[in-house]
Structure formats: structure tokens, C-alpha cells
């Protein structure tokens, strides 16, 4: 896939491992009286997250008190800087650690001390500027991913000194809603009762990138979690410990191999040996090196292209590896570097016509269309930058995940065959574009393959539409395999003679994907089902859960029908696209359970007349006698379960 990136990046003829591409820089700016700025996150869609200070000082972090903070955090959007407001009583410093397409940042305040307790309280501010302090399990987390489904991965901290904050940590997997969290374990084996620590979650949210902790910290091990199952990497010769910072959605991840001290107290960790940055892909570690005359590096970043970005330095590795570039001030011994195809540059030298006065110290983060963002100094002022490749071919669509149609928290993240799912990203069609596909848009009684010139592509098969706009596509799956990953892109000018298509994003394929659909979709991941009265059509939930509509609560003995999408193979004999002329069943096995009862299940299998659309018509089992309760509904495909946060309201 890196090679996409390069043909749509250099000029024609030009060989991506001889011509690095070149960027343009925009400095980000400082907030009133906050001039030194540090980037610290960065979203798909270019959003930028991260905290100014009035010429920085170390012992400003932790120090806030009650009163107007000396950091306050930022969001970089639309070509703007704004400040977050993020300073409250009886917090601490704010610092911003991750950000979606829609402007959602997750983030921690932080109190560190080089000599006492270490803590973070988490925070998430939605797209209207509102901030959330989460609480129970999740209040000591340190986010290190946020994608556009509002999943969180990080670190939850239990550290007694300095920069220690593997000792007693814990890796989490959340919601921005603050839904119970799910707790990413080491591999099974290995390390006893240890722990784990998360640093960073690829676009899609399939994959987590962090370590295994030994008991006491005495070993630390890089490792990543897919679908939340652990898998440990490889370590670098020569050194006897590893975190994985980053990772991206073909599982491609990197960090840093290193040799610490980490039972230290005082000062923290104490550099033992040259750190160097590691590259874990296909079971291999592999040394990315250092700039010429440097000992030290560190691999913060990975995109879907396998670009690689980070930090060299003739220094020692700083206090704290990769926590370093969130909290602390740039050092001009530091140079932030591009590592692409078995090649580390120096950013500075690749900004298209010249430094421009920059020295890029520190880059921490790559996005999927090639953007990084840092720190460095312009003008003898510390400041946090973006940069922008240089393309020599007009820009396209790019698709940054795909997710199933119900748009469950967690999201879905298989396609099956006849699955309803959504695909995010950016160009698919005019920014003014809304279409959603209506009865005359079918073409012989099926979904239509091209809408407004924008066409969906699995494989090498054009798949059924149903909703297309400039960043949003709902689209049905064809026949896909029960395992593997099917290529998914977008082509826009479709048919036009002029087709732009993106690069493919490979998606996880699987007999069935189950998901119901939610009369309201919340942040949690707790969503009332999509269900009615089999009998009268009344929609089943709390009376008012939806302004102008009716609905009621189920009760023991009514016959209800649930909506949800990807269950998989039925006794249809429709073409897959085409609405559904008659009911059909699942032919794999499956069964429902309604709160802790298993339900008698009455017909399980497409709706008529909609396309990819399927229905359980089920009894609502007895519960004992009570007031209103919320029942969790459970439907289970081929061993596949639907997102645990669906329920029904029931009243005995």
C-alpha cells in the first residue's frame, strides 16, 4: 500500500525510494499569552490537537492549582486555532492526546513530579465544546487513540514517582461515553501476573499498539492487540526492552527498543543504553537507525503507507520515551525524521523550498493522506507545526475506515456477505452532495452500483448503494469470503471516463458480521434496538425516546420483531443487491437471549421488500415481577455475537 501513497505524491517516472516527497509547513500558531505550542495529535481529516505555555518551563506541569492554568490545551481545525478552555478548579494541567474527524478530543490532566505521585484524570470534549471528566475505572486514563467511532485505547496510571508509568499500569479499551471499559491483557504465559500498557490504536480501531509490564516493571515488552487479542512482538537485538507506540490497519507497528532502569526512584528512569526506534512487521523487528551522528531514536507514528515518523538526537532518550513529546519542551539536539522504504530523512530537509528559519525537532504523529505533525522551533520560538505533501496529481478520495451500517459502539468492523456498512473519508463526491437512494434511484428492482458518479468497490465487484455523500458512503456487501480481508475503495467520477479511485483500505471478511440497528445511537455504546410490535407496528421503547413518535415498553408474552444487519447467508434466491421478494432464513445456526433468558425465536432472516435488511421475530420471555428494566438483547450468528450494548425496555 505505501506505494499508492508515493505514485500519488511524485511526479511521473520518479522512484519513491530515491525522491522523498516534499512538504509544506503551516505553524499552528499560540494561543493569548500562550506563545510555545506543542502538537500532540492528529486526526484523518487533518484536526490538530495540542497545549501552548507562556515560554515553557518544566515546572509548569502539575503546578495549575485552581486558578487560570499557565497550559491550556488546543484544537487546530478548518485552519484555525482555538483554545479548548479546558482549565478548571481542583485540576491540573490539560493535555489533549487524541482527536477524531469530527473534532472529539480525548485527553488527560496531568499532575507529574520528578519526586511525587503521578496521576491523570481523563477528559473528553464532544464536537460542541463540552468536556466530560470521566469517572469510576477509566478516571486514571492517559488516552493514546481516539477514531471516529469515539473508541478510546490507553493507559490507565498507577505510579507512586516520576515517569514510572508502566509500574501497575493497565491497558483499557473505552468509549467517549465512558461505557465499561475493556481491559487489553498481556499474552497468556509470559509474564505471570503482569499488566499491559496501550500507547496507540490504528485508524480502523482494530488494532492496539503497546507492551507487556512484568511484575515491578522489571520487563517491558512491545506487543499489539488485535480485535482486542494480545499478541507479543519481537524484540531488537541487543536490547532487552520495547514499547510499541503506533500501529496501523494492516497491523504494521513501530516504537522504541531500549534498556532502563525502570525501579528507580527520584528521577525516574534512567537511561541504560542508546534507545533506537524498531519497525514490528511480519514477525520481524527491524532497527530503523538514527540521522548521521546521532545515538538515539524513537518511532512515534505509522500511517496506512508504512511512512514512519519520530525523533532523532545525539542526547540520551529523554525521561519518559514516548510520553516525552506530550508533556516535554523540544530540545535542539533533537531532529524529527520521515522513515520511508529502509530511508530516515530529516524533515527540515524535506520542506519544500528550504528551512524557511524551522528546526523540526519532534514529529509524533502521520496520517493516512501523508500529513505529520510535531514540534520545533521558528524563530527561536517554540512552536507545533503540520505538514502537507506536496502532490503532483490532483487530490481523490480516500476511505479511512469502514464500519458496520448499525454504528455500534464498539463499532463492527466485518464485512459479511449481504452486509449493510459505512465507509468514512474524505472527496467521494462534492461537499454539497446528500443522496440518500430512494425507489426511483433502483435499477430493475435492486440497489444502484453508481450514484451521482461516486461507486463503491469490493474486489473487483461494484456493490449496491444506498446513502452517498462527500465523507459518508452506506453501501451492501456482495459475496465475500468467511475469512481474509476484502479490498474496499471508492472511485469518484464513476463512470465518467475521468475515474478517480482511492487506494483500497482491506477490510476483515467473515461469514457473519451481526449487528441490530438503535432508534438513537449513544456515546456509550448503550442503544434502545430498532423493534415494534409484531401485531400493531408500535415501536418498542421509554415513552418520548424519539420527538414525535410513539413507542411503549414490551411486555412478557408480546411477539416483537428487531432490525439489524450483517447476519449472513439466508435461503434467499434473490440476487444479493436486489430487495428482498420473500422471507428467508439464516441458514447458519443462531439464537437470542433477551437479558439472561434464551427467547423463543419465531423467524430469523431477511425483511421483504429492503435489501440487506434482516429481522428476528422472538416472544419476550418472562422476568420477575418489577418495575421498568432495560434488558439487554443478544443475537448470536455462527458463534458471532452482536455488540453487547443493545437492549429492549420491558415491563413486567
Not at 484523518?44 to 501552548?52: D, E, I, L, R, T
Not at 458496520?404 to 474524505?426: D, E, Q
Not at 458512503?473 to 482511492?502: F, R
Request: charged fraction near 5%; glycine fraction near 12%; charge should be negative.
Amino acid at each position: 500500500m505505501k506505494f499508492l501513497v508515493c505514485a500519488a505524491l511524485l511526479a511521473a517516472g520518479s522512484a519513491c525510494a530515491q525522491n522523498p516527497p516534499q512538504f509544506t509547513i503551516q505553524d499552528l500558531g499560540g494561543l493569548q499569552d500562550l506563545p510555545d505550542c506543542s502538537a500532540t495529535a492528529l486526526s484523518q481529516s487533518g484536526n490538530v490537537v495540542g497545549w501552548c505555555a507562556p515560554n515553557f518551563n518544566w515546572n509548569l506541569i502539575g503546578t495549575n492549582g485552581a486558578g487560570s492554568p499557565p497550559v491550556d490545551a488546543f484544537l487546530f481545525t478548518n485552519g484555525a486555532i482555538q483554545d479548548l478552555n479546558l482549565g478548571m478548579p481542583g485540576f491540573q494541567t490539560p493535555v489533549p492526546t487524541a482527536v477524531n474527524d469530527s473534532g472529539m478530543v480525548a485527553g488527560a490532566y496531568l499532575n507529574i513530579g520528578l519526586d511525587t505521585e503521578t496521576s491523570a484524570s481523563a477528559f473528553v470534549v464532544q464536537g460542541d465544546g463540552s468536556v466530560q471528566i470521566l469517572q469510576g475505572t477509566v478516571q486514571a486514563l492517559l488516552p493514546f487513540g481516539l477514531n471516529n467511532t469515539g473508541q478510546i485505547a490507553g493507559t490507565r496510571l498507577e505510579v507512586s514517582n516520576a515517569f514510572n508509568y508502566f509500574l501497575n499500569s493497565q491497558a483499557l479499551l473505552t468509549t467517549a461515553g465512558g461505557a465499561k471499559p475493556v481491559v487489553l491483557p498481556p499474552p497468556a504465559g509470559i509474564l505471570g501476573t503482569g499488566t499491559a500498557a496501550a500507547f496507540g490504536m490504528s485508524p480502523s480501531g482494530n488494532w492496539v499498539a503497546g507492551a507487556s509490564v512484568s511484575p515491578g516493571a522489571n520487563s517491558v515488552l512491545a506487543m499489539v492487540w488485535q480485535a482486542e487479542k494480545p499478541q507479543s512482538l519481537p524484540v531488537l537485538s541487543n536490547y532487552a526492552q520495547s514499547v510499541a507506540t503506533a500501529v496501523n490497519d494492516s497491523g504494521t507497528a513501530v516504537g522504541v527498543a531500549f534498556d532502563m532502569n525502570l525501579n528507580v526512584t527520584a528521577i525516574g528512569p534512567v537511561p541504560g543504553a542508546d534507545a533506537h526506534a524498531v519497525l514490528f512487521s511480519n514477525g520481524q523487528a527491524t532497527d530503523i537507525g538514527t540521522l548521521e551522528g546521532d545515538q538515539t531514536s524513537m518511532a512515534f507514528g505509522i500511517n496506512n503507507s508504512d511512512w514512519v515518523v519520530g525523533t532523532s538526537s545525539r542526547l540520551r532518550p529523554p525521561l519518559g520515551l514516548n510520553l516525552a513529546p506530550l508533556i516535554l519542551p523540544v530540545d535542539r539536539n533533537y531532529t524529527a525524521f520521515l522513515y520511508l522504504n529502509g530511508t530516515m530523512y530529516s524533515l527540515t530537509q524535506l520542506l519544500q523550498g528550504g528551512s524557511q528559519g524551522w528546526q523540526l525537532c519532534s514529529a509524533v504523529q502521520v496520517n493516512n493522506a501523508g500529513q505529520i505533525i510535531g514540534t520545533g522551533f521558528y524563530q527561536q520560538q517554540q512552536r507545533a507545526f503540520l505538514l502537507t505533501p506536496v502532490a503532483t496529481q490532483p487530490s481523490g478520495p480516500k476511505v479511512t475506515s469502514v464500519v458496520g451500517a448499525g454504528l455500534s459502539v464498539p463499532p463492527v468492523t466485518n464485512i459479511s456477505t449481504n452486509s449493510l456498512f459505512t465507509i468514512y473519508g474524505t472527496d467521494f463526491a462534492a461537499q454539497s452532495l446528500s443522496h440518500a437512494v430512494t425507489p426511483a434511484d433502483l435499477v430493475n428492482g435492486a440497489l444502484p452500483t453508481n450514484v451521482d458518479n461516486v461507486c463503491v468497490q469490493g474486489g473487483n465487484t461494484k456493490w449496491g448503494l444506498l446513502y452517498v455523500s462527500a465523507t459518508q458512503i452506506n453501501a451492501l456487501a456482495e459475496s465475500v469470503p468467511a475469512s481474509g480481508t476484502v479490498p474496499v475503495s471508492v472511485i469518484a467520477n464513476c463512470g465518467t471516463g475521468n475515474d478517480v479511485t482511492s487506494p483500497a483500505l482491506n477490510v476483515n471478511a467473515a461469514a457473519a458480521a451481526p449487528e441490530f440497528l438503535y432508534f438513537v445511537a449513544n456515546a456509550n455504546g448503550q442503544d434502545p434496538v430498532a423493534a415494534v410490535q409484531n401485531s400493531t407496528g408500535e415501536y418498542v421503547g421509554v415513552p418520548g425516546l424519539i420527538s414525535g413518535a410513539t413507542f411503549a415498553p414490551a411486555h412478557p408474552g408480546d411477539v416483537l420483531v428487531a432490525f439489524g444487519v450483517g447476519w449472513g447467508a439466508t435461503t434467499s434466491t434473490d440476487p444479493i443487491g436486489a430487495l428482498a421478494t420473500a422471507a428467508a432464513s439464516l441458514t447458519d445456526s443462531y439464537s437470542l437471549k433477551v437479558g439472561d433468558q434464551t427467547a423463543n425465536v419465531l423467524y430469523a432472516g431477511l425483511t421483504p421488500g429492503f435489501a440487506g435488511l434482516y429481522q428476528v421475530d422472538f416472544v419476550v420471555p418472562s422476568f420477575p415481577s418489577g418495575t421498568q428494566v432495560d434488558q439487554t438483547l443478544v443475537l448470536t450468528v455462527n458463534g458471532v455475537s452482536t455488540p453487547t450494548g443493545a437492549y429492549i425496555t420491558i415491563v413486567q
